[in-house]
């Protein structure tokens, strides 16, 4: 996969339907349900990031990933709850490395619907999506030591702990130690084997991929 393939497809990302979830492009009008999580201080104390001030910031914020999108720059995926369509989250890719075929992922989801899977079953469709429209080899994904749900997070995607970076990053107020998991295309194919984790829709909306209908979320 390279630069302009990553471009193509994240320009207008597909759309990635799950069993409670819509995964798709970030919209202008996200705005007011961005704002709901992302002025919070609990969502950003793990985050590079610091809480949104008002709507008229996110909503500024929406507008340049508009144009990130354009230029393929920006890989994330707007979570949606199908039961009311709002918007609860993000989660997607933070950035590719092309010359070694790797993806890291992240996402971040309103409190409002934590403890109920929707990291892990949002991290899921994109895991599933690298590794087989993408074909990624290997897909990592880092979290500020300390957000231990985060690493749980990941782990129940069967994403494996590697280790600490220390002194990795400069966020905020001081340097922080980073944790790293990840998992290996091998790895992912040899649990799940053909289970797929989310259905995309052709135009006409025709299903072409098997949805994992296992309740484990």
Known sequence: MNKSQLTRIFAKPPELQTRRLLLRKLAVSDFADMYEYSRLEEVTRYLVWNPHPDEEYTERY???????YKTGEFFDWGVVWRDNGKLIGTCGFTSFDTAH?????????NPAYRGIGVAPEALMAVLDFGFNELRLNRIEAKYIFGNDASRRVMEKCSMTFEGVLRGYMHIKHGYS?????????DDFKRIYGTARFYERKQAGGINFLKVFEKDWF
């Open 62 to 68: 929406l507008e340049s990933v508009q144009t990130q």
């Open 101 to 109: 075929n790797r993806g890291e992922a992240g996402y971040v989801i």
């Open 177 to 185: 130690d980073i944790g790293m998991c990840a998992v290996l295309a």
